[in-house]
Every structure is written in structure tokens, then in C-alpha cells.
Nanobody, 129 residues
Framework: QVQLVETGGGLVQAGGSLRLSCAAS????????MGWFRQAPGKEREFISS????????????TDSDSVRGRFTISRDNAKNTMFLQMNGLRPADTAAYYC??????????????????WGQGTQVTVST
């Protein structure tokens, strides 16, 4: 089994930055693909980004929504089984619970929540005006 634990959420003023971390444990060596979703109150879960390691190459993919492009950066430290999401220029609209996710299939692209094999418990990000 695989466990995903997110840290790094919190309260930040608009324009500020946060760095989310996701530590994978258990059989995490079988996880070629990891990513992030978020869910704001009253809204559906939203795919943010994925990072996939395949054939010695790392691929990153971001949602085609203008809401995060250019402000969020995904990265991964394979040696430490940890993934990160650097979020800059935060806006009140970024307020949401952020979820670390993983898949057993190395698919780089937009994910549906139904594609995900493992979910973290989520970490809350709140951006104030």
C-alpha cells in the first residue's frame, strides 16, 4: 500500500507564496506518476499538475487553465520520494484544499480524479485579501 502525506499549507496574503510537499511511503517506488488536485468549497475537484518519470525522462504537465499557469511549479525529488508544488503570486481564488495524488501508470497529461490510484489527506491553503 502507498501513503501520501501533504504538508506546507496555511494562511497567506494575496501575492504571497507557499510550497507544498508530498511525502510518499509504502510501495512508493511503484509510482511513476504523481500530481496535485485542489478543491475549493462548493466546487468540484480540479486537476492542477502532474509529474511523470518514464524511460529516464521526467515530464511535467499543467492544467490548461490560465488560473495556475506561470504561477505554480511542480517538481519531484525521486531519491526522497517527495513531490513539491511551488505556488507564487497566490490569489484568493487559489483558496482550496490541495491533494497529492499518484498513479501506477506513467501517463503525462490532464488527469481525471477517476484516474487516480492514491490520494493524500489534503492540506488547506487559504489566501487572504
Amino acid at each position: 500500500q502507498v501513503q501520501l502525506v501533504e504538508t506546507g499549507g496555511g494562511l497567506v496574503q494575496a501575492g504571497g507564496s507557499l510550497r507544498l510537499s508530498c511525502a510518499a511511503s509504502g510501495r512508493s517506488d511503484s509510482l511513476p506518476a504523481m500530481g496535485w488536485f485542489r478543491q475549493a468549497p462548493g466546487k468540484e475537484r480540479e486537476f492542477i499538475s502532474s509529474i511523470v518519470k518514464s524511460g529516464g525522462v521526467t515530464y511535467t504537465y499543467y492544467t490548461d487553465s490560465d488560473s495556475v499557469r506561470g504561477r505554480f511549479t511542480i517538481s519531484r525529488d525521486n531519491a526522497k520520494n517527495t513531490m513539491f508544488l511551488q505556488m507564487n503570486g497566490l490569489r484568493p481564488a487559489d483558496t482550496a484544499a490541495y491533494y497529492c495524488v499518484a498513479r501506477r501508470i506513467p501517463f503525462s497529461g490532464r488527469w481525471s480524479e477517476y484516474d487516480v490510484d492514491y490520494w493524500g489527506q489534503g492540506t488547506q491553503v487559504t489566501v487572504s485579501t
